[in-house]
Nanobody, 127 residues
Framework: VLLEESGGGLVQAGGSLRLSCVASGFPSGGFTFDDYAISWFRQAPGKEREGVSCISAGAASTHYTDSMKGRVAISSDNAKNTVYLQMSSLKPEDTAVYYC????????????????WGKGTLVTVSS
């Protein structure tokens, strides 16, 4: 299973970005995109990776880290095997590489529970 993030870039403080995570390569007869929860993590320079948001399989529930609650919204388009992270009111401290990851259950922030990872997309917020 491959996960590919996109949508990162340079944005001014107060601006918005929408990140995308496209999943592919599901084995025939096995789990499909609909069976996986997708999480977004981020890792800033010199800091540990932290969970940002998670959407459960079938989009039954969503979860957000407190530091970004109210500024981010996660959604999925199962027809496109894609999960989006809409971020607004961005702050310089949101600068990080953002990763998406897949797991069977929604485990916000629990890196060790993730089955698959993308390579990340860099978000830089200037002041």
């Amino acid at each position: 299973v491959l996960l590919e993030e996109s949508g990162g870039g340079l944005v001014q403080a107060g601006g918005s970005l929408r990140l995308s995570c496209v999943a592919s390569g599901f084995p025939s007869g096995g789990f499909t995109f609909d069976d996986y929860a997708i999480s977004w993590f981020r890792q800033a320079p010199g800091k540990e990776r932290e969970g940002v948001s998670c959407i459960s399989a079938g989009a039954a529930s969503t979860h957000y880290t407190d530091s970004m609650k109210g500024r981010v919204a996660i959604s999925s388009d199962n027809a496109k095997n894609t999960v989006y992270l809409q971020m607004s009111s961005l702050k310089p401290e949101d600068t990080a590489v953002y990763y998406c990851a897949a797991s069977i259950l929604c485990r916000l922030g629990r890196s060790s529970d993730m089955d698959y990872w993308g390579k990340g997309t860099l978000v830089t917020v200037s002041s």
